[in-house]
């Protein structure tokens, strides 16, 4: 059910955009500053996974600085299906499926790399941001997210 994400352009024909959120959140706010992001030049907005520095780390593939978790996305669905997405997200699962740990998550990162917009913590806060952050090199983003929580997953 998760890949159901690689076909929201196709699937919403009439949408230029749309805000995908998982079951699992607690929504705390208007979403309306959220769709209202100016998202024209990216495939997508969404906010840093903060532990995947550490998952990936031994793993010796796909380590990047900035890695969205794919449980709250602001899409441009008409960017998606203008550059073929969906195809391109099947392929690229097919080809590295052994070496995911969140497959459709990765997916999106990796294929989406240098046209995600970075959203503020907030829009999408874990539990493990209450775990001692201390030594998470984004400890100060993290203390402000926690502050002001708009979406907790």
């Not at 059910?1 to 929504?27: E, Q, S, T």
């Not at 793993?59 to 391109?88: C, H, P, Q, T």
């Not at 503020?120 to 203390?143: A, Y």
Request: net charge positive; with cysteine; hydrophobic share 40%.
């Amino acid at each position: 059910m998760a890949n159901f994400k690689f076909f929201l352009g196709n699937i919403f024909k009439n949408l230029d955009k749309i805000l995908y959120l998982d079951c699992d959140l607690v929504v705390l706010t208007s979403l309306k500053e959220l769709f209202s992001e100016n998202i024209d030049n990216y495939y997508l907005a969404g906010a840093d996974n903060i532990g995947h520095y550490f998952l990936y780390k031994d793993r010796g593939y796909f380590v990047s600085s900035f890695y969205i978790n794919s449980g709250v996305m602001l899409i441009n669905l008409d960017l998606w299906r203008k550059d073929n997405l969906a195809e391109k997200f099947i392929t690229i699962k097919e080809k590295n499926i052994n070496n995911f740990i969140f497959v459709d998550q990765d997916v999106i990162n990796l294929c989406c790399e240098n046209k995600i917009k970075p959203l503020d913590l907030s829009w999408n806060m874990h539990t493990g941001f209450f775990k001692n952050i201390s030594f998470h090199p984004r400890k100060n983003d993290i203390k402000k997210a926690i502050s002001n929580p708009k979406i907790i997953h």
